[in-house]
């Protein structure tokens, strides 16, 4: 018997000899600000996505209580069997209004959302010829392999290079395929954004359809937290309940017609089994909160200005990070292992980012505020970088 095992192992020894070997680690989770590690140490949550606390809020927490005892703890199958539950149907206008689209559609989480909704998007069959596909190089990996899946060359740009992308759509101009422009609005390893107006206008003057993740802009950014993007046309924006939203799941908001399209040809609404009700709950509850948290809001980014503030005035490389955001890199994957090994022991947990989720030689501790954090741990946080870094 040939032991499949030893492939396995050999490749694990491949990543570990490179410093990217990946490990779970139990963490205890009881705030949306502390964890507790192994022998019980309290470490304060330097790189959650939580970014406004609401992962523990009492609203979000009484309604998945009241929807679970409501209607059970599964919806027992996909919704167009029989699992579309009156909640989701709620939580989807809600949405639809929230992000001034005509409709929504949830999604058990932004990977599966990307991965799935794409290949029915890039479709040739549905759209009567191969697309012309233009995807920014940063694109998390979910938008990369939607796009694999989808089996369409991806035609990348620059990261934020919006005029390298207008150079290759004016190349493209005579091409009568249909055009799809795929980008984040605010790229969750570097914490920037791209020209928001001049990408929606190179789309609309180009006639490409405009596909946007928003999980790491809605419900912390844009007029009462609705994100970056807002009331676009011939668009899909896709987020996520699962960080500024403080619970699971996710959605993409789009036209009446499209949304009728994809419960009839993607794969994540017709495959997948219903979000529970205790998370759906938990949707209703944080899309009411959003809109009176401005102050939340304005907080996490006074926190991570200042953060960027002192990083750059010591000389470390913080990117181009505009968003409660902020990587410090670092290069080589030993050193971020090393400096996130040096945070825990001086009581923070800073987790280390190293290739392929970033391009090889930029590792780096991505550092994320939350409007938990105090003004004291963030210098506290400063004080101890600087001091590990020079």
């Known amino acids: 018997m040939r032991d499949y095992d030893t492939y396995w192992q050999k490749r694990l020894g491949e990543l570990a000899a490179s410093g990217r070997r990946r490990c779970l680690r139990v963490l205890d989770r009881r705030s949306a600000l502390r964890v507790r590690v192994e022998k019980g140490r309290e470490l304060l949550d330097v790189s959650s996505n939580d970014y406004l606390g609401l992962s523990h809020h009492p609203a979000l927490i009484a309604r998945a209580n009241e929807y679970s005892l409501a209607w059970g703890v599964g919806a027992a ?57 233009y995807a920014d190089r940063l694109n998390h990996a979910s938008l990369i392999q939607g796009c694999v899946a989808a089996g369409v060359r991806q035609i990348r740009f620059r990261h934020n290079d919006l005029a ?44 490409a359809f405009l596909y946007l993740d928003e999980a790491h ?52 609404v017709i495959y997948s089994t219903a979000l529970p009700p205790s998370v759906l709950g938990a949707m209703e509850a944080a899309l009411e909160l959003i809109p009176t948290l401005e102050a939340e809001r304005a907080h996490v980014q006074q926190l991570a200005t200042r953060f960027r503030e002192r990083l750059i005035a010591a000389g470390l490389d913080i990117g181009r990070s505009t968003t409660q955001i902020v990587p410090l890199i670092v290069g080589h994957e030993r050193r971020a292992l090393a400096l996130a090994a040096a945070l825990e022991e001086a009581g923070f947990f800073a987790v280390p980012i190293r290739p392929p989720t970033v391009p090889a030689g930029t590792s780096r501790i991505r550092f994320a505020f939350s409007a938990c954090h105090r003004s004291e741990d963030v210098e506290r946080l400063a004080d101890s970088v600087i001091r590990l870094m020079l």
């Open 77 to 133: 199958s996909s919704r167009l069997v029989g699992g579309n539950l009156p909640p989701a149907e709620r939580v989807e206008a809600a949405l639809a209004t929230f992000k001034g689209m005509e409709a929504a559609l949830l999604f058990a989480s932004g990977v599966q959302a990307n991965l799935t909704m794409l290949p029915a998007l890039l479709d040739p069959k549905t759209l009567g010829a191969e697309p012309l596909v």
């Open 164 to 207: 390298h992308l207008c150079e290759l759509l004016e190349q493209d101009r005579e091409r009568s395929q249909p055009r799809f422009i795929i980008s984040e609005t605010v790229f969750s390893m570097d914490g920037d954004s791209p020209d928001l107006p001049t990408l929606t206008a190179l789309a609309a003057r180009y006639g």
């Open 217 to 268: 802009a809605s419900g912390v950014l844009g007029p009462g937290g609705a994100g970056l993007a807002h009331g676009l046309r011939n668009a899909l924006v896709m987020g996520t309940f699962s960080k500024g939203l403080g619970g699971f799941g996710a959605y993409a908001t789009c036209s009446d017609t499209l949304r009728d399209y994809l419960i009839n040809r993607c794969g994540g």
